[in-house]
DNA sequence: GATAAGTTTGACCAATCGGTCAATTCTTCT
DNA sequence: AGAAGAATTGACCGATTGGTCAAACTTATC
């Protein structure tokens, strides 16, 4: 029930300054997009000379490749966790709960995502086109068979995943909104534990054929 | 079913230059953010001279208020749709769909609130707290109504919220990834159809008693 | 402790930024 | 037709942008 994904450090090991200027440049990015965020904002997060964030990344867009690199990797590793296991309800409860504690412990990396598909992808649209959709192709063949096998409703499996990326993301991307919704503060604990949990009772009762 | 929603024109009533200018705004502010997005890009797109922006609209931000102002508007009317019908099936059903119709409609306008969420919503900060809060608690309470009556399964109401808007946003927001990942095309109005009708019918299955 | 390699930094540059302004053109009214 | 106001425009301004560079400073190696 509970994740293993703890994200102390990011994928690719990073130390020092490097570290440094690549989470200042992570949490700007995430606030403004690639084309808002400027190289002496990052440095100054990262409490650095902006000389020397060049020492370490040529351009702004090999640090934003860099970043965007990561997110991409995180996103895999999430992916796996759909797979451990051979009942759909499983399979899909682990995987709403990965997204969603992803979404909970790097909302940073959610939102340069989204950031990035906004401004049209130009970056990751590459990574979109070959294994975002191959790994969607693969599962929706397994949905499609739990379906015939009369362990699903008859559903497009595409438009299912769609809602589970959607509300997963929506609690990272949208955590401004929740919080001015909560009292000008974030989710607590328990709040975010019972959402995901309603997050997957929901999604479940929705696609579980109804004697289950 | 169908919607009534045709946004021919903006909620603000525009003509001529101004409303290219407007237009033009929004889409640039959509694709880069604020900070992202420069006057000259946006007089380009309008096919002005820069110089001629500001004779309608002092300053970037005075045009960034005008334009985020419309999309609070079109967000307002959008929501009276869930207060049309008495019984909770139809309610919810209506307003996803209406929700649904909004991002297809008009994707821009939910993409320009994506990003003033991310960026802190600076601007809207005082809609949320208080407009949209109070749409949201008054929603709750009808939504407790039906729980207590058995209409609706026992939840919480707010993150049942959360998965409507997360999931008819994210037919806006991602519009790119869902294009990458059906072969560069956006969806078909039949696409969208499907998508929206099994949208509703799993939000649905997931919060009506099973009896249903 | 000398030497070389790796790291840090302030000063600087051309390009772009949001915005101004005076001059010009177009509309409207009489 | 001609005056008055509204709309349009190129030229321009100071500030900020991404990025460079040579000089200074640290660190590891012998």
Do not use: C
């Not at 990011?10 to 570290?19: C, K, P, S, V």
């Not at 084309?35 to 370490?56: C, D, M, Q, V, W």
């Not at 090999?62 to 451990?84: C, G, K, N, P, Q």
Request: no cysteine.
């Amino acid at each position: 029930m509970a994740s293993e994904l703890i994200r102390t450090s990011r994928a690719t090991a990073r130390e020092g300054r490097e570290n440094a200027i690549f989470e200042a440049a992570r949490s700007v990015f995430a606030e403004y997009g690639f084309k808002g965020s400027t190289t002496a904002e990052i440095a100054k997060r990262a409490e650095i000379p902006k000389a020397n964030l060049h020492y370490y990344f040529p351009t702004k867009e090999a640090l934003y490749r860099a970043v965007t690199e990561d997110v991409l990797t995180a996103w895999l590793e999430a992916a796996s966790s759909f797979d451990e296991s051979a009942d759909p309800a499983e399979a899909i409860a682990a995987y709403v709960s990965t997204k969603m504690d992803m979404a909970r412990q790097d909302p940073i990396g959610s939102r340069i995502w989204a950031s990035e598909i906004l401004r049209g992808a130009p970056v990751i649209g590459d990574f979109l086109e070959t294994a975002l959709l191959d790994w969607l192709k693969s599962r929706e063949t397994i949905v499609r068979r739990w379906i015939k096998a009369g362990k699903l409703v008859p559903m497009e499996p595409r438009y299912f995943f769609y809602m589970i990326w959607a509300t997963t993301q929506h609690y990272a991307d949208f955590e401004g909104q929740m919080m001015a919704l909560n009292g000008g503060k974030p989710l607590s604990d328990a709040q975010f534990e019972a959402a995901k949990t309603q997050t997957i009772a929901t999604l479940l009762r929705g696609v579980l054929p109804s004697g289950t």
